[in-house]
């Protein structure tokens, strides 16, 4: 009995683990600054920093970042995001049927990955 159990709790757990989640996981650390002074940082409308701040972007969602200061015009950018390739390892676990499909994509976001983890974004402010 523990023969067969092992070894299927074991492909169990691989199978229920993405590639991409795996090696990079199914968020990213991410940095927003300002040139000007007093900016107020913004990320999907949720204060995040004077100035400067970090915070962590969930791979499944998608993002804005907005700089504001009174007197000046807000600037919103959106986060672009791109594939990230170590998802395609998941062909090797199980042909990328479950590990590919429904936990990188589905599941996680995790085939996904963000561009850039440092932004400037300054207000267009008047000189």
Do not use: H
Not at 4 to 26: E, K, R
Not at 69 to 91: H, R
Request: charged share 15%.
């Amino acid at each position: 009995m523990k023969k067969v159990l092992t070894p299927t709790i074991l492909a169990g757990s691989i199978a229920l683990t993405g590639c991409a989640s795996m090696f990079n996981g199914s968020s990213q650390q991410v940095s927003v600054r300002s040139n000007v002074d007093d900016v107020e940082l913004y990320v999907n409308e949720q204060y995040i920093g004077k100035g400067n701040g970090v915070t962590t972007f969930k791979k499944k969602k998608n993002y804005t970042i907005t700089a504001r200061k009174s007197g000046c015009e807000a600037v919103t950018i959106p986060v672009s995001k791109s594939f990230d390739a170590t998802t395609l390892l998941g062909v090797f676990i199980d042909f990328g049927i479950i590990s590919i499909l429904v936990v990188d994509g589905v599941g996680t976001g995790a085939w996904q990955q963000f561009d850039q983890t440092s932004y400037v974004i300054d207000p267009k402010c008047s000189a």
